[in-house]
């Protein structure tokens, strides 16, 4: 008897990506990402991708490093979503961070930034997978203007 080949699918791993929640006043940070990238010009809350075995937290401080030239100290985590693109899974851990005091917010891995109303993040073209945070954050830009 002849068995036809079997059909598997490729198998997708998940990316492990760490975002920053960062209120100044009443009013939270996001960075534009850069055109030739995975759902360029949407605003996101900024980060970037874990290496191996590295620690969320320092991953983070890493990349705001990087992609925005600050400082950074990193903090509770706010929310952790799981988001299923059509080629790859992301699990992204949001934390509360605080920029420097000196920070100056450069555009060095991404194409723009903007501190955004908690109006304004209803209306901002965003990332499937950052969607689900934005009601916490939201409620947080709440509180702060108490």
Do not use: N
């Amino acid at each position: 008897m002849h068995c036809p080949p079997a059909v598997t699918e490729p198998v997708r791993t998940t990316t492990l990506v760490a975002a920053a929640v960062v209120i100044r006043g009443e009013t939270v940070l996001l960075t534009q990402r850069p055109r030739g990238t995975h759902l360029e010009d949407h605003w996101e809350f900024p980060g970037g991708k874990l290496e191996p075995d590295e620690d969320p937290r320092a991953a983070l401080a890493r990349e705001l490093r990087e992609e925005l030239g600050v400082e950074s100290s990193v903090g509770e985590i706010v929310e952790c979503t799981f988001w299923r693109y059509p080629t790859k899974s992301v699990l992204l851990l949001f934390f509360r961070c605080e920029l420097a005091q000196d920070a100056v917010i450069q555009h060095i891995e991404v194409k723009d930034h903007r501190w955004a109303t908690e109006a304004e993040l209803e209306a901002i073209q965003m990332p499937p997978a950052d969607v689900p945070i934005v009601t916490k954050v939201r409620a947080l830009l709440r509180s702060a203007a108490r």
